[in-house]
């Protein structure tokens, strides 16, 4: 079973950086999967951010975020890292770590497990 678990959202200015870690346990074979963030606010569909392929080696962003957020892999310490610069208020949302196996994708019904999340808000 693979479980996650968020971490480093908070509260911050425009303009201002964040980065957010999403750790793996309970499972050998988190190298074999590929992670992606999502973010959500009440009311509205989940969103699409990014994905990291199992190997590191593709990244996938959503058209409103690439040039500002970098996602990374660490798979020694069973860690995703976002990377997020320039925050503007629009990105203030839940942000959520999902795993699927090998292969990344674009749509969150095609994940299998989730983190429970982590705030972020951005201020004017």
């Known amino acids: 079973q693979v479980l996650l678990a968020e971490s480093g959202g908070g509260l911050v200015q425009a303009g201002a950086s964040l980065r957010l870690s999403c750790t793996g346990s309970?499972?050998?074979?988190?190298?074999?999967?590929?992670l992606a963030w999502f973010r959500q606010n009440p009311g509205k569909e989940r969103e699409f951010v990014a994905s990291?392929?199992?190997?590191?080696?593709?990244?996938d962003y959503a058209d409103s975020v690439k040039g500002r957020f970098t996602f990374s892999r660490d798979n020694a310490k069973n860690t995703v890292y976002l990377q997020m610069d320039s925050l503007k208020p629009e990105d203030t949302a839940t942000y959520y770590c999902?795993?699927?196996?090998?292969?990344?994708?674009?749509?969150?019904?095609?994940?299998?497990?989730w983190g429970q999340g982590t705030q972020v808000t951005v201020s004017s």
């Open positions: 999902a795993a699927r196996h090998y292969s990344g994708t674009r749509y969150s019904y095609e994940y299998n497990y």
């Open positions: 309970g499972t050998s074979w988190f190298n074999n999967y590929a």
């Open positions: 990291i392929s199992w190997s590191g080696g593709t990244t």
